[in-house]
């Protein structure tokens, strides 16, 4: 988060792609390893001197799902079924992930947040009300910011997990497709 704050950088939309890639992959090898990775949020996502970005403070995994259903994370960034009962699986992560994305490309704000209503937002997210669109997505072509609403944040953010993108392997490929988009047209989008 200091990164994002400093007055001194400002991130590109093919930079931010690449972080939430490079988390999304970091999940996927986690899970790969039988570690469940339940707290998803940007706090706990670091740059590594090499330029990738990696999933740090570990306390709250657990090896295995035993079914085990516990509430933890910033609610903030918990999928609607983890907030509520404390049900995780990959569908939680890819909604986590893409909360991510929101709240970086909504100028560091969770939706519906307007600066003193943190309790009223937090519920009109989890009662699954649609997110509006992300402050910065007003500036990009307008192709791109329907095809990042409609494919990421009302795909990867639905409220119930069956309406979901259901792998991050899923995920990787649109935020590829996204990637090849901006590459292919030399669109270079900072915010």
């Known amino acids: 988060v200091d990164l994002f704050c400093s007055h001194y950088y400002r991130p590109t939309l093919n ?5 939430i890639t490079d988390i999304a992959l970091g999940w996927l090898e986690c899970q790969q390893k039988g570690i469940l990775y339940r707290d998803i949020h940007i706090c706990n996502i670091y740059k590594a001197n090499d330029g990738r970005y990696k999933l740090g403070d ?33 569908r939680s992560a890819v909604y986590s992930i893409t909360v991510v994305l929101y709240f970086i490309l909504n100028g560091l704000r969770p939706p519906f947040f307007n600066g003193n209503n943190e309790e009223e937002a937090l ?18 072509p307008k ?8 494919e990421l944040f009302e795909k990867g953010c639905a409220f119930y997990p069956s309406n979901r993108i259901q792998t991050c392997k899923e995920l990787l490929h649109i935020i590829d497709v996204l990637r090849s988009t901006l590459k292919s047209q030399r669109i270079e989008l900072r915010f």
């Not at 192709?143 to 409609?150: E, P, S």
């Open 58 to 90: 570990f306390g709250s995994c657990i090896y295995e799902d035993r079914g085990l259903r516990e509430r933890v994370g910033n609610p903030w960034f918990m999928s609607p079924e983890t907030y509520i009962s404390g049900q995780f699986d990959e």
């Open 15 to 19: 930079g931010v792609l690449k972080m």
């Open 143 to 150: 192709d791109l910011a329907k095809v990042m609403m409609l």
């Open 123 to 140: 519920q009109r997210k989890m009662n699954g009300e649609s997110l509006p669109e992300p402050t910065f997505l007003h500036s990009f």
